[in-house]
């Protein structure tokens, strides 16, 4: 199916902008202009489930690969800690999201790491849509950029401040 029209009307996303629309808008447009099996591929993506169109089988491999890594560098940082229990099982290799994430893990600044890791999820969103960019696989890495672009928007530092602790405090009224 061709999305030429609908693909050239999505307003440009760009990483670390304001996200171009909400999260609503984008699924009622996919809704009003995708068949069913496509906008279902659109709303997993969206919300991290499972879909059956191969570009969500992709990206699912691709993100699992990217936490499980990520799992096992920060086992690794609390000596030795066993990742096995994070750890889910995922279809094919790409040594891109291995060395992305150890990259990424090479910052000390949690907000830092935090940032290069969803840029590496941004460039993975695009490369699986490959080179088309009016194709459904282009409607399906805008889901996931702006997905990523939407999280980002939420994250506040001062309720992260907060939270870090109230956490800090009842481990050690724990203690």
Not at 64 to 72: D, G, H, P, V
Not at 143 to 160: F, H, M, P, Q, Y
């Amino acid at each position: 199916m061709s999305y030429d029209y609908f693909a050239a009307t999505l307003p440009a996303l760009q990483f670390d902008r304001a996200p171009a629309m909400t999260e609503e808008e984008f699924r009622a447009r996919c809704r009003e202009q995708m068949p069913a099996s496509h906008y279902a591929a659109v709303c997993a993506l969206l919300d991290g489930g499972a879909a059956d169109h191969p570009y969500a089988v992709a990206w699912r491999d691709r993100e699992t690969q990217l936490r499980n890594a990520a799992a096992k560098l920060r086992a690794a940082k609390l000596h030795g800690a066993d990742p096995a229990p994070w750890l889910r099982a995922h279809g094919g290799f790409d040594v891109l999201v291995e060395n992305g994430v150890a990259a990424a893990f090479q910052e000390a600044d949690p907000m830092k790491r935090e940032r290069a890791l969803d840029l590496l999820r941004w460039n993975l969103a695009g490369e699986l849509a490959g080179y088309d960019t009016l194709s459904a696989e282009a409607v399906f890495a805008y889901a996931v950029r702006l997905g990523i672009l939407l999280r980002r928007a939420k994250a506040d530092a001062a309720k992260g401040r907060e939270r870090l602790l109230a956490l800090a405090r009842a481990q050690t009224a724990s203690n």
